[in-house]
């Protein structure tokens, strides 16, 4: 859970006005800093990257800076993932992750980075037409500064489901919150999301009706007042399509912790009805017959998982090991912070280095005997995949292919009972 939560209603009253591109302030006081540097440990970058200078020397110590007229930014603050650990540690609820974003909205950037960047922080825009970036030359992406890493994220399609999954809605439509990269590249996670709450005797619409991003990686890459209005884009997109669902299922950690605390926060948006992770949907919401026949069916090899940072930080870890539990296979959490991924940080040729070895990190703290690795996000599985050579997926997809190992009956889960 985010540790500073309390303490941050201490500044919030003192919070000027929403961050704006181009540097004018978010709040009239900050220093609230302590400066017991309990930031620094906690962040994973600062680990990985010696020129790295850490979250509280880009924070608060920039802030007070900034707040005397030196609106000059410090050298690699880029690198920062704005995985927002450094603030879920601060025990002053400073923002440091905030402060650090809005210190990279002053950064200057070449025009070749400005028009990838424009790419990177519109992930709806790749969603619409995802297989169009395999088809450009490689050399465009390394002249536009992509890294390899970006060219090599295949499409993974929605396979056949069983039609045991077309289900009564006896339990009402929940709305499935389709995030960019899901919506592009994992129909996989999507479909399989879709079969499971349909078993468990949901109807389902995927929302929003078009892609439309959260805004959550144009604020990870400086640009806050973008970020904004994307979130309200969406969230007119949400009152539009979802306004008569119970909830919102999300798939991604990031985009579920953006509309959960990003958005009231920071963005000036809230979504129609309330969101929910889909673990907790899961674990909560699926009836026990379903993990008992899980549990009833042929033992499945040990599975690692990795909550990824933003997920760590918005529900704590605790949501995939629950379900691990619940169908009975035996589940150890990775030992890694961050995996390097952070939305398209990883795709950033100037951040590959970085990315690489806090995944190759993940990579080495499997533990031995992994059959699999259960991962909240879609970027961070392709990449902690590619680091790992250990297959990388959602646990939606996991369970439901145990799912249909154990259960090819002839009925919804509510019909049999
Ligand atoms: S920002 Fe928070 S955690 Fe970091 S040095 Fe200041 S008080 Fe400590
Ligand atoms: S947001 Fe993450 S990477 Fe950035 S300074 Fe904080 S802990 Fe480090």
Redesign the pocket.
Known sequence: MRAGSGSWKAIEPVRKTQVREGGQAMWSDTD?????????AACPVYRADPEFLG??AL??DWYRLFQQGDTRPFAHVDDCTFCQL?EA????G?P?AHLIALQKSLVKRPFRMRVRDSVLTRPHWVARVPGALGLAPPALGRALGLSASAWRVRRRRRPRFDPLAAAVSARGTVGLFVDCFSRGYDREAVGAARALLEVWGFGVREVPGQSLCCGAAAYASGRPAQAGSMAKQMAAGLARDAQHLQWLVTLNATCDGTLRDEWPRFLDAVPVVPVRAFDDVAAEEAPEAFWRRLRAGAPHPPVALHTTCRGKVARGEGGLSRLAALAGIAAEPLDAACCGAAGSYAFKREHAAIAQKMGRKAGQAMPAGTGGLWVDSGTCAVHLEEMSGVRARHPAVWLWEAWQQAAHGPATLRERE
């Open positions: 609230s800093c302590l400066k017991c540097s309990i930031c620094v979250p509280k924070g608060p450094c540690a601060c025990p002053a400073v440091v």
